[in-house]
């Protein structure tokens, strides 16, 4: 039987993946947070196709910047269509650590010239 397992499951078979960055859409952000505080925040993004599907978050930390995108795989297949429900939530845990307020940069795109559009949102951090 195991024979049989190897030999159905073929290089041949494979689904190529690649992966991409894909916009955050929105976010609802607290007016403040509480230091050491733990925050399920709500980003949606808009999934392309049926052949994207979530595989984290870009997460970038500098200093009080947090730089965020999201990240899909993409299935390399040929019959993928428009994605049936537009936008999806997934929540990003945050702990703010320090009495400092934070940026938040959310990845919004490339412009016509291929340069980064962010979308920047400052939260105090109260005690």
């Known amino acids: 039987m195991l024979t049989l397992v190897i030999i159905g499951c073929s290089k041949e078979d494979e ?9 955050v859409n929105s ?8 230091r050491d505080s733990v925050y399920d925040l709500p980003f949606t993004y808009v999934r392309p ?27 390399e297949q040929d019959n993928c269509t428009t994605a049936p429900v537009n936008p999806l939530t ?13 940026i938040f940069k959310l990845w919004k795109g490339e412009d016509s010239n ?4 962010y979308e920047e949102h400052e939260i105090p951090v109260v005690p």
Do not use: M, W
């Not at 196709?49 to 299935?75: E, M, P, Q, W």
């Open 27 to 34: 976010v609802q952000l607290p007016t403040e947070f509480k």
């Open 49 to 75: 196709s049926t052949c994207h599907f979530f595989d984290g978050f870009y997460y970038d930390k500098s200093s009080n910047i947090r730089t965020i995108a999201f990240v899909n795989g993409v299935l």
């Open 15 to 23: 689904t190529q993946v690649h992966y991409e960055y894909v916009p």
């Open 114 to 117: 291929g340069n980064d559009i």
């Open 90 to 102: 997934e929540f990003l845990r945050f702990k703010p650590t320090t009495e400092d307020s934070y």
